[in-house]
């Protein structure tokens, strides 16, 4: 199964920072899609980038490329969350994962499994319902996928701690791991599965 690592937002895209311009999403997401690949990587997990440039590419050309590779991919699409417009501190924070309204069981499963691995290291994991791990809303990237498909918001890059956690080292890893973990997860369920046949 091969793994596709979307970047998020590029380097032009207005507003995507933290109150105080320490955290720029964009710079971050290509951090933490890095560290994801060379995770993976180390795992013998194929993976590759969906965006290597660092201005912003379109959301249909993102759609494109990842199409390219056929419905037996994975998709992960990297973004940090924000509950104001960037003018000041915010009092909400955590962890979340959206699968669009066209989910299929894969992409669910994907997101909860991601949700418990974020819940396993410690992180607040923001849900809708008690036994829903995950969101539903009409994104894109995981819309118009034809893969199994989830973006997750790794914290939130307005609230000072979420923002402060998200620019160290520990943080940038936790983040890593915790969708490296849930991937390897995947995969293996995969490999059972085609196995069992």
Known sequence: MLILIDNGHGR????????DGLLEEWRWTRQAATLLQEKLD?????????????GDVPLKER??????YGRDAL????????????????SAHGWSAYVAQNA??????FASRLAYEARAMGLHVRQPLPQQ??????????????????????MFMDNRDDCAWLLTPEGLATIATLHATAIRQMTSDKLQMANDK
Not at 12 to 19: A, C, F, L, V
Not at 75 to 90: E, P
């Open 133 to 154: 791990p995950y969101w539903v809303q009409s994104l894109a990237i995981c819309r118009d996928t034809v893969m199994p498909a989830v973006l997750t918001e790794n």
């Open 75 to 90: 998709l992960v699409s990297l973004h940090c969350n924000a509950a104001g417009m960037g003018a000041s501190w915010m």
């Open 12 to 19: 032009e895209t207005p507003g995507k920072r933290s109150p």
């Open 42 to 54: 180390s795992m013998l997990i194929p993976c590759i980038r969906l965006v290597a440039e660092e």
């Open 63 to 68: 759609v494109r490329r990842a199409n390219a």
């Open 104 to 109: 299929s069981t894969c992409s669910k499963d």
